[in-house]
């Protein structure tokens, strides 16, 4: 399976300020997916991470708040915009891997970095 | 929309005993489920996967099923452990056509075994 990894694992923020997360996958992926979790809740998908183009985000969230790149295969980031003490969640990033068979049916499976945990003072 | 709801919310079971967690979901149109676990301050670690055409896929201790006319799975753990202690969580593939979708996410049992 992928090996996944995020940057940084925890931070603490101002009110009002922005935080970069960083998701690098070590082997190239075509899926790759940006979640929240807020304390005591679950899991929310946030938005899908295209590459080469703009992501596509989830009902109830928006670029300007949750800007994400994708410059290619291995990479994306999410930035946390103009954060507020709400915005305190943990922030994980997820691909689906092909497996050795290179199926693309939708049939795979997904993994899930470390996560990174973000609290917004 | 798809809601994914586990039962119980919480568990505590003495060690070695065998135990099942549920998992409902409204849209039966899923293209897969997928289990995980979640250790405190950590992310998710995927245990099993079954596609929708499968009914069930085993790992080790570990067996889940799946009914996917009645928008239903089970895990179930044999001879429990301390270190099965996580919350575990389920989760759909939402499907529209095909190919690659984001996960939708039960809200997760919380299990504890005592030693």
């Known amino acids: 399976s992928a090996v996944i990894s995020q940057k940084p694992s925890r931070d603490i923020c101002q009110r009002g300020t922005s935080l970069t997360i960083q998701c690098q996958v070590d082997?190239?992926?075509?899926?790759m997916f940006w979640y929240r979790q807020q304390p005591g809740q679950s899991l929310t998908l946030i938005a899908t991470?295209?590459?080469?183009?703009?992501?596509?985000?989830e009902s109830g969230f928006v670029i300007d708040k949750f800007p994400i790149s994708r410059p290619n295969l291995t990479f994306s980031t999410l930035t946390v915009s103009n954060m507020s003490p709400e915005d305190s969640s943990i922030y994980l990033c997820?691909?689906?891997?092909?497996?050795?068979?290179?199926?693309?049916?939708?049939?795979?499976?997904?993994?899930f970095g470390p996560g990174t945990r973000l609290t917004v003072l | 929309k798809q809601e994914v709801t586990q039962i119980p919310a919480a568990l505590s079971v003495p060690e070695g005993e065998n135990l099942v967690l549920n998992c409902s979901f409204t849209?039966?149109?899923?293209?897969?489920l997928q289990w995980f676990r979640q250790d405190p301050g950590k992310g998710l670690t995927s245990l099993l996967l079954?596609?929708?055409?499968?009914r069930e896929q085993t790992s080790g201790r570990l067996n889940a099923s799946l009914d996917k006319s009645s928008g239903r799975s089970t895990l179930y753990i044999a001879a429990s452990q301390p270190g099965d202690s996580a919350t575990y969580l389920c989760?759909?593939?939402?499907?529209?056509?095909?190919?690659?979708?984001?996960?939708?996410f039960g809200k997760g049992t919380h299990l504890i075994i005592q030693p």
């Open positions: 991470a295209n590459q080469g183009s703009e992501a596509t985000y």
């Open positions: 849209d039966s149109a899923i293209y897969n």
């Open positions: 079954i596609q929708s055409s499968q």
């Open positions: 082997s190239q992926v075509t899926m």
């Open positions: 997820s691909v689906e891997d092909p497996g050795l068979a290179g199926d693309e049916t939708g049939y795979n499976e997904q993994f």
């Open positions: 989760a759909v593939i939402r499907g529209s056509g095909g190919g690659a979708d984001g996960l939708t």
